[in-house]
Each structure stands twice: as structure tokens, then as C-alpha cells.
Nanobody
Framework: EVQLQASGGGLVQAGGSLRLSCAAS????????IGWFRQAPGKEREGVSC?????????YYADSVKGRFTISSDNTKSTLYLQMNSLKPEDTAVYYC????????????????????????WGQGTLVTVSS
């Protein structure tokens, strides 16, 4: 059974930093694209970042977070991270870690085609609140 649990959210002032963690189980990172999406009240779900750890570690970042957020994974610990720096009030949202089944030989292009906010599995999110 695929399970994902995000943690590390909290309240931070604008300009501050947080690191989110995602403990995963029930699957091997190599067979999935793993990433983060967020949803703010009244807004559509947004794909924040994604990593393909099976290949060259290809990554994707939404334009809204590019240069501020960094995604990484520790396959030995089945843990995904999102380092968030220079946080802005508009980053306030519930953040979810998620996994997408990745056909063998496929990479970021497959995820792009499906959509960076469309995943097969996700767990409970963690709330990030950025005060101005």
C-alpha cells in the first residue's frame, strides 16, 4: 500500500524558510515521479515541484517558486524534501507530497503531459502559513 505523510509545515514570517519532509512507504522511488502540490483556500490545486529520481534527477518547479524552493529526495530513507526559502504570503497553502506511477523509460515529459498537479497517490498535507 502506497502511503505518504507530509510534515514540517508551520507559521513563518515573509522572507523566512521552512523545510517540508515526506515519509513514503509501499513503493520504490525509482518507479514513480514524486513531488509536491499545494492548495490554498478557494484556489485550484497547483503543482509546485517534482523530481524523477530514477534517471538523472530531473526536476520541475512552478514559475511561482522557481529560485526559492528546492526539491530533493533520499531514496535510502524513502523521504522527499522541499526546502522553501524567501517565503511569501502567497505561498500559504496546504502542501501535499504525492507520487505518480512512471512507466519504465519515461521521465519528466510524461509528468508534464499528465499535468504537474495530477498524481496517483497523495497523503495528508501539511499547512504552511506565511504572514506578511
Amino acid at each position: 500500500e502506497v502511503q505518504l505523510q507530509a510534515s514540517g509545515g508551520g507559521l513563518v514570517q515573509a522572507g523566512g524558510s521552512l523545510r517540508l519532509s515526506c515519509a513514503a512507504s509501499g513503493f520504490t522511488f525509482d518507479d514513480y515521479a514524486i513531488g509536491w502540490f499545494r492548495q490554498a483556500p478557494g484556489k485550484e490545486r497547483e503543482g509546485v515541484s517534482c523530481i524523477i529520481s530514477s534517471s538523472d534527477g530531473s526536476t520541475y518547479y512552478a514559475d511561482s517558486v522557481k529560485g526559492r524552493f528546492t526539491i530533493s529526495s533520499d531514496n535510502t530513507k524513502s523521504t522527499l524534501y522541499l526546502q522553501m526559502n524567501s517565503l511569501k504570503p502567497e505561498d500559504t497553502a496546504v502542501y501535499y507530497c504525492a507520487a505518480m506511477i512512471l512507466p519504465r523509460g519515461y521521465g519528466l515529459g510524461y509528468v508534464r503531459a499528465r499535468g504537474f498537479n495530477e498524481y496517483d497517490y497523495w497523503g495528508q498535507g501539511t499547512l504552511v502559513t506565511v504572514s506578511s
